[in-house]
Each structure stands twice: as structure tokens, then as C-alpha cells.
């Protein structure tokens, strides 16, 4: 594979849509790379369309989603490197056990099925869904406030409100119900197997100030997939929030995770 350039699938996660990769985006193309960011069905409008009409997205639900993706990525010809950032990263993680892409990445990967310790922050940073069961079924606005908290905490209040108008949108509050069940469900779209021999190279990028997904978590997650025959690697960046891939020295994360990648299908 080495002779030919992959494309990249990048995926968002919660309270996000594709518009959160910008940079990346361009970054990649400037290296040569093809790159995709696919929507969760739903989110594929701009963020003011969002905010004002929720209706696609309140009864959105993993499956679909992940299916939608599985579908994208069937129909790129070529060498894939599938990536993805909170939800996007446990989403990355289902369809490399689906035996898809020939590399991922998880970035802030949110946990999926099998994954037990999750710390304080990280339910505090789903409490605005959570809070309520009636929320499974409704698209649920976050603050400027609990954005800080949970995404942009490495920064001031004031460095965070222009990110957060930006970038933020209702969340699908039945994919946060959904992955907070996920231990609860045998059949929750968020199960993988662990030792499965056939998926493709994967590396999970942890941030240690992140609130959402703790480094504690992203480590466990590795632990896990660990148990593959497959090649498997964690890296963190020690001063990194969840929102890594657009603040300060996102270069720095976004360089490692396409270097780490092309390895592995230099190596194929």
C-alpha cells in the first residue's frame, strides 16, 4: 500500500459535526491524502441549521449511524485510515471489527461495550443528557458553560465561547443513553470483540486533562484491544482537553496519528 496515498475518514463525535475537523482536513489534503468527513445522519447541515431545527437527529440512535459510516467507507476505493474523536472514536472502533479500513485511530475515543471504570468527570460531562431518561428520545443543547467544563477546560471561559458558538450543537441524546447502557445490553452497537484477529493496526490517542474521556479510560480501552493479535498502541499527550483536535498544538496530535497510520500500511 505504500504507493498509494489513503483517504481518511474522519468522524465527530457528540455535540459536534464534521465542521470540527476543519483543520484536519486541511492538513491531510495539503499532505496528499484524500479525506472524508462524513456526517451522523442529521448533522449534515450547518450548525445554525442545527441549533434551529432538531427534528432529524432526536430519535438518532448508534446503529444508524454506525451503518451510515460502514456504507461511506465500503464505497472509497483504496487504502482507508478511519479516525475518529470522542463518540467518532468508539465509532472507529466497531468498524475496525467490522473488518474495515486498513488503519484507526481513536482520539479521546469514548468507551465501548466491556469498558466498566469511568471516572467523575466523565459523568459529569454526560450529565446534561443523562440527567434525564426522557432524553433518549430528544436532541439536548450543551451550555457554554458545561462545554467549558467538558471540552475546552484547559482553557479560559473567554478563549472557550467563540469555540463553543462555532462548533457546538444539540447532541443525539439517545447515542449518550446508548453507550451509558452499553454493559447492560449483550447486543449494544458498541460491542467489539476483543480478541479478534482479523481487524486492521489501531491506535488510541488519550489527552491527560481531558474531561470527558479520561487517559485513565483511553488506557483501559487499550488494555482491551490489547488482546488482539493485532497491532495495537496508545499514546497521550499529557496537557491535551477533549477538545484536542482544534486547540492549541493540534498540529502536534494530528501529525502523530497520520504518521502513526501510514506506517502501518507501509508495513501491509
Known amino acids: 500500500m505504500a504507493d498509494q496515498k489513503a483517504t481518511?475518514?474522519?468522524?465527530?463525535?457528540?455535540?459536534?459535526?464534521?465542521l470540527s475537523w476543519e483543520h484536519w482536513v486541511e492538513r491531510y489534503s495539503a499532505k496528499g491524502y484524500g479525506v472524508e468527513t462524513p456526517a451522523w445522519p442529521g448533522f449534515d447541515r450547518p450548525v445554525e441549521e442545527i441549533r434551529a431545527d432538531t427534528s432529524e437527529i432526536e430519535n438518532l440512535g448508534l446503529e444508524e449511524i454506525i451503518d451510515h459510516m460502514e456504507e461511506v467507507i465500503e464505497g472509497i476505493e483504496g487504502p482507508t485510515i478511519i479516525m475518529g474523536h470522542s463518540f467518532g472514536g468508539a465509532?472507529?472502533?466497531?468498524?475496525?471489527?467490522?473488518?474495515?479500513?486498513?488503519?484507526?485511530?481513536?482520539?479521546?475515543?469514548?468507551?465501548?461495550?466491556?469498558?466498566?471504570?469511568?471516572?467523575?468527570?466523565?459523568?459529569?460531562?454526560?450529565?446534561?443528557?443523562?440527567?434525564?431518561?426522557?432524553?433518549?428520545?430528544?436532541?439536548?443543547?450543551?451550555?457554554a458553560e458545561q462545554f467549558h467544563y467538558a471540552f475546552t477546560n484547559t482553557l479560559?471561559?473567554?478563549?472557550?465561547?467563540?469555540?463553543?458558538?462555532r462548533y457546538s450543537v444539540p447532541?443525539?441524546?439517545?447515542?449518550?443513553?446508548?453507550?451509558a447502557l452499553a454493559n447492560f445490553n449483550p447486543h449494544s452497537p458498541l460491542k467489539v470483540d476483543f480478541k479478534n484477529p482479523d481487524r486492521a493496526p489501531q491506535l488510541l490517542i488519550g489527552g491527560g486533562q481531558d474531561h470527558v474521556v479520561p487517559a485513565s479510560v483511553t488506557e483501559q480501552q487499550a488494555k482491551k484491544e490489547g488482546k488482539a493479535p493485532a497491532v495495537t498502541e496508545i499514546k497521550e499527550f499529557p496537557?491535551?482537553?477533549?477538545?484536542?483536535?482544534?486547540?492549541?498544538?493540534?498540529?502536534?496530535?494530528?501529525?502523530?496519528?497520520?504518521?502513526?497510520?501510514?506506517?502501518?500500511?507501509?508495513?501491509?
Open 156 to 165: 479560559t471561559e473567554e478563549e472557550s465561547q467563540p469555540i463553543y458558538e
Open 171 to 179: 447532541g443525539a441524546g439517545r447515542v449518550l443513553w446508548q453507550g
Open 8 to 18: 481518511v475518514v474522519l468522524i465527530h463525535g457528540l455535540w459536534m459535526t464534521p
Open 239 to 268: 496537557e491535551r482537553s477533549h477538545y484536542t483536535v482544534g486547540q492549541e498544538g493540534w498540529e502536534e496530535v494530528a501529525d502523530y496519528a497520520i504518521d502513526w497510520a501510514q506506517v502501518q500500511l507501509d508495513a501491509a
Open 91 to 143: 465509532i472507529a472502533e466497531v468498524l475496525l471489527d467490522r473488518g474495515l479500513g486498513d488503519a484507526g485511530v481513536g482520539i479521546d475515543a469514548a468507551a465501548v461495550r466491556g469498558i466498566t471504570k469511568l471516572p467523575i468527570s466523565t459523568l459529569r460531562s454526560a450529565f446534561p443528557i443523562l440527567k434525564s431518561p426522557a432524553n433518549g428520545h430528544r436532541a439536548v443543547p450543551i451550555t
